[in-house]
């Protein structure tokens, strides 16, 4: 993996020609970010949307707008952080991004994480989540921190588009968002009494996300 970049926009620029997404051949361009956060603070998604694959930029569709205000709830802005996906592609009709699809971004994001070498890393939906806690399930993790073998903390969240068509998940955002604060507040330390025991990292599931950051 080239790890030589003097910028996150030389990176970008890289794998958006070496990376095996075949999403590629019909999205209208490839969605990232190029400054890296001064907060330390990284959120991953899914995949980007509509507006996104217009724009080149993450979360700039509803979405992202509900984003932003959660942001603004704990005293922070979008310039504060960085924001990133799983894939870098649209998939057709905003459908789910396969398994394939999310492996053949694998290196990109990795060497993207590499480079930032972020402080907390906050997962937002199933995809980005699993990535980072295998086995883990979304609807009962978050709002809490996890350990990662990396030493980077991880901290689950929903995906802001849920509340878009769930109402009702949006005072759980907002929630959750408190809670991130207060986490981060506290200097980040996680609470392992909070932590479910079922997906705490084992030994066996440690080798299989040896890959995911070697900073």
Known sequence: MKTDFQTLKELHEYYAVNNRCGLRKIATQPVYEIIPPTSGIVFIGEAPGKNEDLQGKPFVGAAGKFLNQLLESIGFTREDVYVSNTVKYRPPENREPTDEEKNSCRVWLNA????IKPKILIPLGRHAFERFVPGAKISASHGLPFEHPSGIPVFAMYHPAVALYNPNLRD???EDFA????????GGELNKNEIPESTAFSKSKKKDIDDILSM
């Open 172 to 174: 759980v955002l907002k």
């Open 112 to 115: 993207e994480l590499m480079f």
């Open 179 to 186: 809670k991130l604060k207060d986490y981060l507040d506290n």
